[in-house]
């Protein structure tokens, strides 16, 4: 009896060490929001400056809202790769530099919905945010390279 006393707290020690534990991959809450406009378009972004922050990205999240997404900001420009592991569903990513957009990868398949391949995607050139937004955004507001983007 009291060796399942024992497994039992145990088991409820380490459950509860799990919810609040940072790196708990199920937990992903999300941020404050920040008015953004990239060219016409305008939408509300969490901003993800931290390297965990940047590291967990959407990860684990069920959905994103419409006309919300992600920014992730980097204190310099360079090829930053992004993958799905963890992602949910598709998305749209945004490769911006120096307030313009320099390129965009559409329709990027989260590992449900591509045989549980995880892609990798990487940006045309040296990157210093990067903008993930649900798949289809960028082709419904009509988002093109050279875009002026501010938040």
């Known amino acids: 009896m009291l060796k399942r006393a024992v497994v039992v707290s145990l088991a409820f020690l380490l459950s509860a060490c799990a919810r609040v534990m940072p790196n708990n991959p199920v937990e992903n809450p999300r941020g404050e929001l920040v008015p953004m406009q990239v060219g016409q378009a ?9 390297e965990a922050g940047r590291n967990l990205g959407l990860s684990y999240r069920q959905n994103l809202p419409n006309n919300e997404g992600v920014l992730f900001v980097f204190p310099v420009a360079v090829s930053y790769p992004f993958w799905m592991k963890g992602m949910e569903f598709d998305l749209d990513m945004v490769w911006i530099k120096d307030g313009r957009v320099v390129g965009v990868s559409e329709a990027v398949k989260a590992p449900g919905n591509n045989h549980g391949k995880v892609e990798t995607v990487f940006p045309p050139q040296a990157v210093d945010r990067v903008l993930e937004v649900n798949s289809g955004w960028v082709k419904e507001k009509g988002v093109q390279v050279g875009d002026e983007v501010s938040y």
Do not use: F, G, N, Q
């Open 42 to 50: 305008k939408l509300k972004v969490e901003i993800r400056d931290s």
